[in-house]
């Protein structure tokens, strides 16, 4: 066990002496959580193969998928990439700082182990004054996998982390609640046209205007486990963003998802189960069992996709046994949403009519 250090600092104005503190730990090969826009990362210097192992070791995350290589300037792409496509300078012009995730070919600097031995590497330059601060002071790119233990969700707070890597890193950084609240989009652009990997803060159609031709991978929006041989993006390979609790996401039309969730709802409580219903603030009246969380207004998928994975969190903590969650529809940040749904629930899907 080691002491982790708790640093509370202002998101937007850091002070800089604690950033120093966490910087002296990654310099030194030690491991530190640090807010991002999106959700909370756990970094370790990239170029350091036993502190990136280290920080596989701390999640328990598998070894054959690579985190997110975080930088604070445009011009370290070019240290850890190679053959960066002019596209690909567009793209960070138009979205760095931000939640953008691009996938090229990697340089030779990078350990393999930071990119789980493939020619390719994530690259992303995070949109918060902390993680730009953090990677500032550490002077070199930071591997950056979300803060949680493998398989859980993301953390959107500093208490998310601690939950689950207490004891087990050097550090956190605790800059309060993350904005965004789903993981960065993951942007494959060696291929032609690009590719979506996974759906995160930085919407499809908007890229789909930016790029013209853009195509989601398959998995996006799979509504099964998608083949191991398939899976272009290590992390689908794997269990994630699952609470202890089961998941069942039910889809379809609001009003039919109203009535097919209650009667799930009255099925697992009569099994003796203890039942939490996740829902939207427009639903959240309509509903009877043990546990009712709403994660905001339809109206507003911005606040959905920030209470995501808090609320998540909330149902083990509240013990329940069952979740059965409200679907929404797969646009805007609803299709980041429903990605991690759908695979918290194992995907374990029923079709409301
Ligand atoms: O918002 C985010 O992206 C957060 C914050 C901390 O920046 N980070 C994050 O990292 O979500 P992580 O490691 O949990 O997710 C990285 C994703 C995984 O799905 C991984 O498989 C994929 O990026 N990935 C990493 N390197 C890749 C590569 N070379 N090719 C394809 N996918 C890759
Ligand atoms: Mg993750």
Redesign the pocket.
């Known amino acids: 066990m080691k002491k982790t250090v708790l640093l509370k600092v202002d998101p937007q104005a850091p002070d800089i002496e604690k950033v120093r503190v966490a910087a002296r730990f990654i310099r030194s090969g030690g491991l530190v959580a640090f807010p991002?826009e999106?959700?909370?990362?756990?970094g370790a210097d990239a170029l350091n193969a036993t502190a990136v192992l280290a920080l596989f070791e701390a999640k328990k995350r598998p070894l054959d998928?690579?985190?997110?290589v975080?930088i604070c300037d445009v011009k370290d792409v070019y240290r850890v990439a190679q053959e960066v496509p002019a596209m690909a300078e567009e793209l960070m012009r138009l979205f760095w700082p931000g939640?953008l995730?691009l996938?090229l070919k990697?340089s030779r600097i990078v350990p393999d182990v930071a990119?789980?031995g493939?020619d390719?590497?994530?690259v992303?330059m995070?949109r918060h004054s902390v993680?730009l601060a953090l990677i500032r002071e550490s002077q070199c790119p930071i591997s950056?996998?979300?803060?949680n233990l493998a398989g859980k969700p993301?953390p959107t707070t500093a208490k998310h982390v601690l939950d689950d890597l207490d004891g087990r890193i050097d550090a956190v950084l605790d800059g309060g609640p993350t904005v965004?609240g789903?993981?960065?989009t993951?942007l494959?652009v060696t291929v032609d046209p690009p590719q979506v990997?996974?759906p995160?803060?930085t919407l499809f159609e908007v890229l789909k205007e930016v790029l013209g031709g853009v195509e989601l991978n398959p998995a996006v929006t799979a509504e099964r486990p998608v083949p191991v041989e398939k899976a272009?993006?290590?992390?689908?390979k794997h269990k994630h963003y699952a609470p202890d609790a089961d998941v069942v996401v039910v889809e379809g039309e609001l009003s039919a998802i109203v009535g097919k969730v209650n009667e799930l709802a009255m099925f697992y409580m009569r099994r003796g189960s203890r039942v939490g219903v996740l829902c939207t603030d427009e639903t959240a009246g309509f509903y009877r069992a043990d546990v009712v969380k709403s994660l905001g207004s339809r109206s507003d998928m911005g606040s959905v996709a920030q209470s995501l994975f808090a609320r998540l969190r909330e149902f083990d903590l509240e013990s329940v046994d069952v979740i059965v969650a409200e679907g929404v529809p797969l646009e805007g940040l609803g299709l980041a949403v429903m990605n991690r749904l759908r695979r918290a629930a194992g995907y374990n899907i029923v079709k409301a009519s």
């Open positions: 991002t999106t959700v909370y990362g756990l998928n690579p985190p997110i975080h939640p995730t996938i990697r990119v789980a493939l390719t590497i994530a992303r995070p993680a950056a996998p979300s803060a993301s965004v789903v993981e960065s993951v494959d990997l996974r995160g803060g272009r993006s290590p992390g689908l």
